[in-house]
């Protein structure tokens, strides 16, 4: 078998390359480790997309999507403008029809094993786990172009890629999930009347359904509505003082009685190295038994909550920062800050530079951010001529990296590369 481009990972900026290449006519193939596409969409159950700028560029795949999950009621326009909020379930039907529409291969439960270099290039991978006349077979995948979405750079390291040092460079993980079987009107009244910072809690009819978001840290920054409610959590055993660390919430389209949590933020007497197996692994148990306990608070505090329940704990770990490549341009957050412009840009965004920290009062998010661009050149490794990265683990420093990584953006950087390659293959 031979490709024009193999990428590496069907997550949020994998399907985008992708999917562009496929419309481009070009030969794709998808290797993904889940049974399932969309990466921290699905997978880490990230949902509502952060809004970016209204400038954004490489908005098609975006768009697409966007536009098929509102066929099947899974996707809505929020009140403020933003249009990534989505159902994730159906995210991963859409997706694979997508894929099939832009006559992609996909290969589930698959993993990279080997890869072949010859000068610089490398001109095949190894994969295994096939099953074919009941033997599992290793098998040998031809390619023009590589393009590594894994998050983690798994190619990159495979290939013996140069990456940028990050010790203690860190930010907390989260386990996401999802509680049903709530009463989001009688929730929605109480909250708006609870809270009426609407910089914090809003609340709106849209499509005739009802949405809403709210949040809560235990950062001194704001005066929270919620923190009385916390505080009494806390004094009751019903939640430990670290579950409250971070709590923010929202609806999901086509889903009437479910709401979606970004929390908790996992961590240990230290932040988790989510290269590790052992903390990896340790985190995952952490944050399942910290999801109970949150439940259990909000069906005593919340209203609307008595008869929920969980009704889904993502697969795997919410991610924000791990293993980052040294690309052939290593963007600064000096080059973010001061807006700096490239010729061949992939991405306009504004989002802040956000970083999470296991301490009160240690996070930072500045939205003082100008618009910025992001350059191919961040995208391609140093050394491997025809290995380009995407998603989490680009050429960038900590800080720039921490605005990056949002989804909008790696839905950016995928089409930005397919057109890159495009003009190359």
């Not at 481009?24 to 921290?40: A, D, H, N, P, T």
């Not at 009704?311 to 690309?327: E, K, P, T």
């Not at 050429?395 to 995928?414: E, K, N, T, V």
């Amino acid at each position: 078998m031979k490709y024009d481009v193999i990428v590496v990972g069907g997550g949020t900026a994998g399907c985008a390359a992708a999917y562009m290449l496929g419309k481009f006519g070009k030969k794709v193939l998808i290797i993904e480790k889940q049974s399932y596409l969309g990466g921290s969409m699905t997978a880490a159950l990230v949902t509502p997309m952060m809004k970016t700028s209204d400038n954004s560029i490489n908005n098609e795949f975006k768009d697409d999507f966007i536009k098929n999950m509102k066929k099947y009621n899974a996707a809505i326009t929020y009140s403020d403008g933003n249009s990534g909020w989505f159902n994730p379930e159906i995210a991963k039907i859409v997706l694979d029809e997508m894929m099939k529409a832009a006559n992609v291969h996909v290969y589930f439960n698959t993993l990279i094993k080997s890869v072949n270099i010859v000068n610089k290039n490398i001109v095949s991978i190894g994969i295994d786990n096939i099953c074919q006349n009941n033997k599992m077979l290793s098998l040998s995948i031809e390619t023009k172009y590589i393009v590594d979405a894994t998050g983690n750079c798994d190619v990159g390291v495979l290939s013996n890629c140069e990456f940028i040092n990050t010790e203690n460079e860190l930010q907390p993980t989260t386990l996401r999930f999802l509680m049903s079987g709530v009463d989001l009107r009688a929730f929605s009244d109480w909250l708006k009347e609870f809270d009426k910072d609407r910089n914090v809690t809003t609340v709106a009819d849209i499509d005739n359904q009802l949405h809403l978001s709210t949040a809560y840290t235990w950062d001194n920054d704001k005066n929270w509505a919620l923190k009385p409610l916390f505080d009494k959590g806390v004094e009751d055993g019903i939640i430990e003082d670290e579950d409250r660390n971070y709590f923010q919430i929202f609806t999901v389209p086509g889903m009437n009685t479910t709401i979606a949590f970004n929390c908790p933020r996992v961590y240990f007497d230290r932040l988790i190295n989510p290269l590790d197996l052992s903390d990896y692994s340790q985190a995952v148990q952490k944050g399942r038994a910290s999801i109970l306990r949150i439940s259990n608070f909000c069906k005593k505090y919340f209203r609307g909550f008595e008869s929920a329940y969980i009704s889904n704990i993502a697969d795997v770990l919410g991610i924000r920062v791990s293993r980052r490549i040294r690309g052939k341009y290593v963007y600064t957050i000096e080059n973010l800050k001061s807006g700096k412009k490239f010729k061949n840009p992939v991405l306009i965004s504004n989002y802040p530079v956000d970083v999470h920290s296991d301490k009160k009062d240690k996070s930072i998010l500045d939205k003082s951010i100008v618009e910025y661009q992001l350059p191919v050149e961040a995208l391609m490794a140093n050394d491997i001529d025809n290995l380009f990265v995407v998603g989490r683990c680009i050429s960038a420093d900590f800080y720039a990296q921490a605005a990056l990584r949002i989804i909008p953006s790696c839905f950016s950087m995928g089409v930005g590369v397919a057109k890159f390659l495009n003009n190359r293959i």
